[in-house]
């Protein structure tokens, strides 16, 4: 599959279903300790060619500290890095077939853009010996480019990120979203089989960064190559990874698709972490082909949930709903006793397309529902302290048992 052929097919790219797919990156039972802290712990993971990989979660769980495994700038404690089937223990930063972008750009600030480009591509030296020959199993550049190749090699980079104006300003002449762009097209250079990017649109304001988001995905699909960022911005995460890894102290909570992690969490951790939760707590009292129920003081009633699960009659469980899948109204259903908890409009929050809703129940308690402003009417016909009854579906939420 060509990499121009690679956007058209997206939604089918999973060669992590595939039993019989190698993977590009394999991490072995990975560990590294500061003294006696573990920032990361026994970690597993396989990561694809093509494939664009986020590494999530809050800070000091370990994400940066792996990111930087990967690239050589820390050796690991214990466990193993192999990138096209050769371990990367002994191999140092240089001589990887990664590069790494970061997030302060780390550009010179005395160089032009075309120089900043060119730098990496001029300090290239030809490899010795045993790297010698995994550099070129890898495809890495292997001699230093002549002076013409540079330039050409340069100038693709440049229209990539859309700077050719700019080729000759220096740093401090350029936006922060035209730095990153140079940062990016440095990293590129020198082709490398995988790109490390350490919270790369952290400096970007909001509107920017979003845009910024796509290009990249674009950028990626266009290239065919594998891209691995470590984020704490979900959102980030969501839009541009194939897959995601949450960490949390130093391990894996969920490795899953962007949909998966949002509709199928496994944990209360996941489902609050990943996006806005309603999480409800309650006892479960059937539990047979396909359908369980919980009775539930924080509603006052019956949770009816489309779902398998092995927990047992009497055993503790929570059934987590996204406010977006629950409905609001000012008249109760016509079985208030299932999939209903009243209470009190007690804050509204404006988003532009959706309105917040933040309920308090009358059994204690809150929760919120997520309504679309699919009109341009600006009163509401709900607000607030105004009573109303908070419906879902039984195949609206999933049921979490830690």
């Not at 489902?271 to 009292?285: K, P, S, W």
């Amino acid at each position: 599959m060509s990499a121009k052929t690679l956007g058209a097919v997206r939604r089918k790219f999973a060669p992590w279903d595939d039993p019989s797919a190698t993977p590009l990156i394999e991490i072995r039972n990975l560990t590294k300790r500061f003294g006696d802290f573990t920032a990361v712990d026994h970690v597993s993971l396989k990561i694809y060619e093509r494939e664009f990989f986020a590494l999530l979660g809050p800070s000091g769980c370990g994400k940066t500290t792996l990111m930087r495994m990967l690239a050589g700038f820390e050796d690991p404690s214990a466990g193993e890095i192999l990138i096209g089937g050769q371990s990367m223990n002994s191999i140092p930063p240089h001589k990887r077939p990664v590069n790494m972008m970061f997030q302060s750009y780390a550009l010179f600030p005395h160089m032009t853009v075309e120089k900043n480009i060119a730098f990496g591509l001029e300090m290239d030296k030809l490899p010795k010996g045993e790297i010698e020959e995994k550099n070129i199993a890898f495809g890495l550049e292997m001699d230093k480019l002549p002076k013409g190749e540079i330039e050409a090699r340069v100038k693709d980079m440049l229209r990539l990120v859309k700077l050719e104006p700019f080729a000759a300003r220096k740093p401090h002449q350029l936006s922060g979203g035209q730095r990153q762009r140079v940062a990016l097209a440095r990293a590129l250079a020198k082709r490398p089989k995988v790109l490390l990017l350490d919270e790369p649109l952290g400096a970007l304001d909001k509107k920017l960064r979003e845009e910024t988001q796509f290009e990249l995905l674009d950028l990626q699909m266009q290239l065919g190559m594998t891209f691995i960022i470590v984020t704490h911005d979900q959102d980030e995460a969501m839009t541009m990874a194939d897959r995601i890894a949450v960490m949390d102290k130093g391990q894996f909570i969920q490795i899953s698709s962007p949909a998966e992690l949002y509709e199928q969490p496994n944990t209360k951790y996941i489902a609050d972490f990943i996006g806005d939760i309603n999480l409800i707590e309650g006892r479960v009292t059937h539990n047979e082909r396909g359908r369980v129920t919980l009775d539930s003081d924080m509603t006052g009633g019956h949770i009816d949930v489309h779902a398998e699960t092995t927990t047992g009659l009497g055993d503790k469980a929570w059934f987590a709903l996204r406010p977006e899948k629950a409905s609001l109204s000012l008249l109760p259903p016509n079985d208030p006793s299932t999939n209903c908890a009243r209470g009190t409009v007690w804050d509204i929050g404006y988003v532009g397309d959706l309105s917040v809703y933040h309920i308090r129940l009358d059994q204690g308690g809150t929760m919120r529902a997520s309504i679309a402003n699919t009109s341009r009417v600006v009163e509401r016909p709900i607000t607030w302290e105004d009573p109303v009854y908070i419906t879902w579906a039984p195949d609206s939420g999933v049921i979490l048992l830690k």
